[in-house]
């Protein structure tokens, strides 16, 4: 596996690749690598010639210091791991190769910006657009696999792509889980023994509103959902909310893709999941 940390290189390095006619697959991460990451990769090696993963913790779209501060960063596993998959290029910029100054940037995100994460992380999605958009124009790739567990990260992304016209595909990934349900996530290492048990809630209540879906009983069924989640010891519910899969907003009778999501802290880790409900 090549490995950059500057910028020009790499973009020099894949322009020369796609001269030579090879298509190029990008997954950015934040690292703190788990199997849900690596079956991104997984896609992209399937799906084009040749599979840049970046991993770069990106200041600019946490809301929270002390989040950032104490996000993993276990770069010599992380290294191992995408070795052992077989990816062919990893990024791992510095926070000033990938930030000169202080520049701004706001992408018009409308109400997607209003819903849901975009309510509990203010800000959260101009970092993320922020940081994807430099990451593309660095890659220049031909398609990008993001993961489902971020619901709305995907949709905030399609939304930039047809936007500014950027000539990339995007690939929306289904979440991997751990045996007992709970959704991989970096942040899981944060969760104690006790925490571990009551972040099963998420996924069980999940599950719970997929098998016991019934379009005219949205309401009830939401507050059953809320209720279950609030009963659980150490869990703090932040938000649980049938949508529309297409616009975020709340579902209806006349949706036609509905996707159960959620967000709760447990102990100290903010965690999130989500499950389509309807296709
Ligand atoms: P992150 O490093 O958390 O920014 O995630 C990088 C990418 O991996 C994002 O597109 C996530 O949606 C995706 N991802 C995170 N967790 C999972 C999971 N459990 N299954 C599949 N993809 C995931």
Known sequence: MKIFDN?????????????????????????????????????SQQQT?????????NPTQFNDPKDLEKYPRPIESDIQKLEQAGCDILFNPEV????????????????????????????????VTQVVFKLFDIVKPDMAF???????????IQKMIDLLHLPVKLVMCPILRETDGLAMSSRNIHLSADDRKH?????????????????????????????FIKAEPGVQLEYFEVANGKNLRNADQGSKQIVALVAAKVGNTRLIDNMIIRD
């Open 7 to 43: 910028k020009q290189n790499l973009s020099n390095y894949l322009n020369e690749l796609r001269n030579n006619g090879k298509s190029i697959g990008f997954v950015p991460t934040m690292g703190a690598l788990h199997q849900g990451h690596l079956s991104l990769l997984a896609q």
């Open 96 to 127: 000033n190769e990938m930030y000169a100054g202080n520049e701004q940037w706001h992408l018009d995100l409308d109400e997607l910006e209003a819903l849901l994460e975009g309510k509990f992380r203010p800000g959260h999605y101009q970092g």
């Open 146 to 156: 993001f993961g489902q567990k971020d619901y709305q990260q995907v949709l905030v």
């Open 199 to 227: 972040a099963l809630v998420l996924s069980r209540t999940l599950n719970w509103l997929k098998q016991n879906f019934d379009l005219s009983q949205i309401a009830s069924l939401t507050k059953q959902c809320e209720d």
């Open 49 to 57: 010639d040749v599979s840049v993963c970046s991993i770069f913790v």
